[in-house]
């Protein structure tokens, strides 16, 4: 089994920034991709950045250059640094990760979501 806690959103002004973490802890072995989704009021989840093991980078285009991805893997730990918030970067954000126990690998782990407001 897999937890994933989330911390770091809040409310927030446009051009403003927030961090934030998800820690994950349980019986885990390997921890492979780590990211982050984020939904939108009225919207599909979409996954806004992702970062692999080995440390490829992936992010949404509306989030590039602005939003930076990152792992501590001793931490077990990914961040999402948002700088330039934008009103259309509100919404639920929730961190997954892949991981396995050594034996097999687990189902898709989720964080409980945390909420990022960007308005003035």
């Known amino acids: 089994q897999v937890q994933l806690v989330e911390s770091g959103g809040g409310l927030v002004q446009p051009g403003g920034s927030l961090r934030l973490s998800c820690a994950a802890s349980?019986?885990?072995?390997?921890?492979?991709?780590m990211g982050w989704y984020r939904q939108a009021p009225g919207k599909q989840r979409e996954l806004a950045a992702l970062?692999?093991?080995?440390?490829?980078?992936n992010y949404v285009d509306s989030v590039k250059g602005r939003f930076t991805i990152s792992r501590d893997n001793a931490k077990k730990t990914v961040y999402l640094q948002m700088n330039g918030l934008k009103p259309e970067d509100t919404g639920v954000y929730y961190c997954?990760?892949?991981?396995?126990?050594?034996?097999?690998?687990?189902?898709?782990?989720w964080g409980q979501g945390t909420q990022v407001s960007v308005s003035s």
């Open positions: 970062i692999t093991s080995g440390g490829s980078i």
């Open positions: 349980g019986s885990i072995f390997r921890l492979n991709a």
């Open positions: 997954f990760a892949d991981a396995s126990s050594g034996v097999s690998s687990y189902p898709r782990s």
